[in-house]
């Protein structure tokens, strides 16, 4: 199954930069090849950053700074509730 929302990206956008005067399945294939490599490139250069800080972040300090933010979350939706009942 693929993402519906993919398939609206493309149904939505894609068509705007299809010339009348070419063929629309090489066309269309062009763009959607482009965009699936920028993604690829974009996705790897966040997976390689994540792997550079990872030693950097990792530990109990991310450990106790991600519980905090857990906890202030959940604090701030209960007293966010409480106050519209």
């Known amino acids: 199954m693929t993402n519906p929302k993919t398939l609206f990206?493309?149904?939505?956008l894609?068509?705007?930069?299809?010339s009348p005067a070419g063929s629309?399945?090489?066309?269309?294939?062009a763009l959607a090849?482009?965009?699936v490599v920028i993604a690829l490139i974009v996705d790897t250069g966040w997976?390689?950053?994540?792997?550079?800080?990872?030693g950097h972040l990792g530990g109990r300090l991310a450990n106790r700074v991600g519980g905090s933010v857990l906890i202030?979350?959940?604090l701030?939706?209960?007293?966010a509730r409480?106050?519209?009942?």
């Open 24 to 29: 629309f399945a090489h066309q269309m294939a």
């Open 72 to 74: 202030g979350a959940g």
């Open 47 to 54: 997976c390689l950053l994540a792997g550079k800080i990872r």
């Open 9 to 12: 990206f493309y149904g939505a």
């Open 14 to 18: 894609l068509p705007q930069f299809i």
């Open 76 to 79: 701030g939706l209960a007293l």
């Open 33 to 35: 090849i482009t965009c």
């Open 82 to 85: 409480g106050a519209k009942s």
